[in-house]
Structures are given as C-alpha cells and as structure tokens.
C-alpha cells in the first residue's frame, strides 16, 4: 500500500474538522480530511455529530413542530381557521433527513472547491517518523497517510446512564431522538439541558406528555438567574413537567416501555413509566480507534485530549479542536479552534475568545447569552449595572404575537464596558450577535443605546436594554 503525504491531516469531518481542513487548504496546504459518517446507503455523511445527529437536524424537527404549534394553536389569532390538522411525523423525519443530506452535500462541494482530499472511513494514528506522522484510513479502501501536521477533531460521544446503555429504540441518545417513528404518549428526558429540553419540546408540541428530570437542584444552572426563572415559566405553562433534584436509580426497559426509578429532592422514592426515555446528561470526548497511546498522545481523566490555549497537544505538530479538547462543546467554538489552528500552522496569529462564545437553546422561547452571568458577576465581586426590557413592550413582538421574555445587560459599574447580554424570547438566536460583536469591540452599554436600530424590529429590545442600564429606557 502507497503512501500519500499531506501538509495537513485532518482526523474528523465535524464543524472543527472540516472548516480547520478548508481553512488550511485556502492557506495554500496540501489538506487531506478523514471521516467515518455513513448516511443510510453508506455512503460518506461529513458533518460530524452537528450535522448527522445534533444541530441540524434538531433544528429541522424543531421548525417542524413549531409550524404545528401554531397552526394547533395560534393561527385563530391571525383569522386563519383549519380543519383536521393532523401531523404526519415520518414526513417530518423524511424532511429532516433531507435537510441533513443536503449539508453533508454541500461539505463535500466545499472540499472539492477547496482541493481538500476526502476519505471516508476511520482515521488513526499509526506511528511517528521523520517525516511526520503515519495515519491508517480504515474504509472500503483502506489508506495509509503521511501528515507533517495532524488536527484531530473526533468529537463527542452521548454519556450513557449507568447500566442503561443505549438501545435507541426505547432508551435513546440524541441520535435515536431525531429518529422516533412516532408521537410517544409518554416521553421521559434525564437531564435538562439544551438536547433535553429542545427534544423534550419538539414531542411536546406534537402531543406527547413530556416528564424531564435532573440532577442539579434548579434549573439551567449556567444561564443567568433571571433568564432561567423565566424560561422555566414559560416551558412549564407549555405543559413540560419537571423535577429537579433527583437520583436516579434502575432504568428498565420492557415491551410496554421504560420504567425509571429514582429518588426525589426529598429522597422518596419515585417510578416514572414512560414509551420512550431520552437521555441527555452530556457527552464524552471521543477518541475511540484513534490509537493516541501509539504515539504518545496525552489524554486527561476524562478522555479529552490535553491542549494549551492554541489547541497544541503535548507532540509536535498535532492539534486538537472542538469537543475532544476542554471547553464548551458547541458547534461554533470548534469552527473557530479550526480556523485558528490552520492559520497558526501557516505561521499566522489565529485567536479564540472564549470570552465572547454565545450560546444558545433552539426551544420557544429561545435562550442565548454571551459573557458573565449576574450570578457569576457578584460571586467575582464585581461592581456592574443592569438593565433589561421586556418583549411585551416592543412592537414587533406583538405584532408577532410572541412577547414572552427580555433582553439583560450587564456593565461594568465604572466603565460602562458590557460584560455579559442574556436573552430569552423570541429570535434570542439571531438577537445575540448583536452582542457578541459589541463585545469583541468592547463596546458599552451607552453605544448600543446610541446606535439606530430598525423600526419595527426585535433588536429595538437590545438598544432599549442597553438604555436601561442607565434607567432611560424609552419605551417602557
């Protein structure tokens, strides 16, 4: 079997892998990218966890039931009347999974525009050299690869319940979520974070009684305070139930469906019996066939790969991005360790700031923040302002017939420099970019409140919260 010698090689055709690869390549490398995806005819399904099974097809589902919502519920409003409104929910998979395809396409047209070298199958170390680094492509062909730089960029894997491993047919993953073949009667969620709350929330739109449990003893420990009270309302006046709090204890799957026991925030013991059971308590770093012990390369206790801050591993010439590495694991973040990797091989300055990472949670009302919390602010010690304006006071909201939530700042309490922007309403997804450029400028309250924003439009609420923090809103 013949070499290939690349500049780069990139293990991993997730958002890291394969925006590092096109990056890299544009910067004049010779670029090669592995990935293992199959779609269901087994062909090559780039994209990684994001595309395939994460946040793209969420979103597809989640688009899909919010349409159903409000022709169910809110079209009357508008004059709008209809009759046998029904939800045919394998078309709605069938829509999913093309939307999935058609951005796993549109990889593969990327690296063919950008001259990347695609292989589908399984990436793994096989030796160090003079020469580089020896990778093995196991596939329908299998490869061998010589890089002078490797970026691995493998993912993440679901954390399973302890002596409940996935089946996907009663006990599921994220995967096995995006897959249910029909409204359950009776769905359970463990954990309520973003995949268990907006999986939660797609089948509840559709009918389905939807329990949540979680660990932790309220709700949406790392968002701001106010942001996760309000959420909290809204999500139980849509009929999500919740219990916090708990422990769980044996999970048994039958013909009938899962039972779950566990103890509750007062230690009783309790049983959930539910058709499906969604398991979201996190994920785990993936570096399964990766073969890292062959050439050194150093994990930590929980399986992630140890990088300093410019995603350098403990050997020469081999990075690492997204969540295989510590911090967030979110799509974006591992898009930007990408491009920073690829421009720092080509000798550039390639920068992340961890600082002003937004995140978000696709439910109704949407959630997004970026910056410290009010919490996190006052554990520091820090002298801030803040201000918010609620949806109920903006124009377009209504008009939407959507004011459920707010836009919050924090500034420092000296400078005025923005510290943190938390939103929870409608287009909380789109509204916080906004926020997130302000940040980067450091900008301050008071030039989000100078700036002219759209009217009638959502983002008025982001300026009449910058001009809250110095009490002169204009419109509440």
Not at 213 to 242: C, I, M, N, S, W
Request: some cysteine; hydrophobic content about 45%; charged content about 20%.
């Amino acid at each position: 079997m013949s070499t290939r010698q690349f500049d780069v090689v990139v293990i991993g055709g997730g958002p890291g892998g394969y925006i590092a690869a096109i990056r890299a390549a544009q910067l004049g490398a010779s670029v090669a990218c592995i990935d293992e995806w199959k779609n269901d005819k087994g062909g090559p399904a780039p994209g990684g966890t994001c595309t395939n099974v994460g946040c793209i097809p969420s979103k597809a589902l989640l688009q899909s039931s919010e349409h159903y919502e409000q022709a169910a519920h809110h079209f009357g409003e508008h004059g709008i009347s209809l009759t046998n409104l029904k939800m045919d929910v394998a078309k709605m998979v069938a829509r999913k999974n093309t939307v999935v395809k058609q951005n796993n396409d549109g990889i593969l047209y990327l690296f063919k525009k950008n001259k990347v070298t695609f292989f589908h199958g399984r990436g793994s170390f096989v030796k160090a050299g003079e020469g580089g680094y020896e990778i093995a492509v196991a596939g329908t062909a299998n490869e061998s690869l010589l890089a002078k730089h490797v970026i691995v960029a493998t993912g993440s894997n679901a954390r399973a319940l302890p002596g409940a491993p996935f089946d996907e047919e009663q006990i599921l993953s994220n995967d096995g979520a995006l897959r249910i073949p029909a409204v359950p009667k009776r769905l359970g969620v463990v954990g309520s974070g973003v995949i268990g709350l907006e999986m939660g929330s797609v089948w509840r739109r559709l009918g389905a009684e939807v329990t949540i449990l979680e660990a932790l003893p309220g709700f949406l420990g790392a968002a701001d305070e106010q942001v996760a009270k309000e959420a909290h309302k809204a999500f139980v006046k849509q009929g999500l139930k919740f219990e916090f709090g708990v422990r769980i204890g044996e999970v048994k799957a039958g013909k009938k469906g899962v039972a779950i026991a566990y103890a509750n925030a007062k230690g009783e013991a309790q049983t959930l019996e539910v058709d499906k059971l969604i398991v979201s308590i996190g994920r785990v770093p993936n570096t399964v066939g990766l073969n890292p012990e062959t050439v050194g390369l150093k994990l930590d206790e929980r399986g992630a790969i140890v990088v300093d801050d410019e995603c350098r591993t403990n050997l020469p010439n081999v990075w690492a991005v997204g969540d295989v590495v510590r911090g967030p694991m979110l799509a974006h973040k591992a898009e930007e360790e990408g491009v920073a990797v690829a421009e720092r091989i080509a000798g550039q300055h390639g920068h992340v700031n961890f600082g002003t990472i937004p995140w978000v949670i696709y439910t109704s009302p949407e959630i997004a923040w970026v910056g410290q919390t009010e919490q996190q602010l006052k554990a520091a010690g820090r002298a801030y302002k803040a201000g918010s304006f609620p949806f109920m006071a903006n124009g377009r909201a209504r008009a939407l017939g959507d004011t459920t939530g707010f836009v919050k700042f924090l500034a420092d309490a000296a400078t005025d420099e923005i510290l943190g922007v938390h939103i929870v309403g409608p287009f909380a997804s789109e509204l916080i970019a906004e926020a997130v450029v302000a940040m980067e400028f450091k900008a301050s309250a008071e030039d989000i409140a100078r700036i002219c924003h759209a009217h009638p439009s959502l983002s008025e609420a982001t300026k009449e919260a910058a001009l809250a923090v110095d009490k002169r809103t204009l419109n509440f």
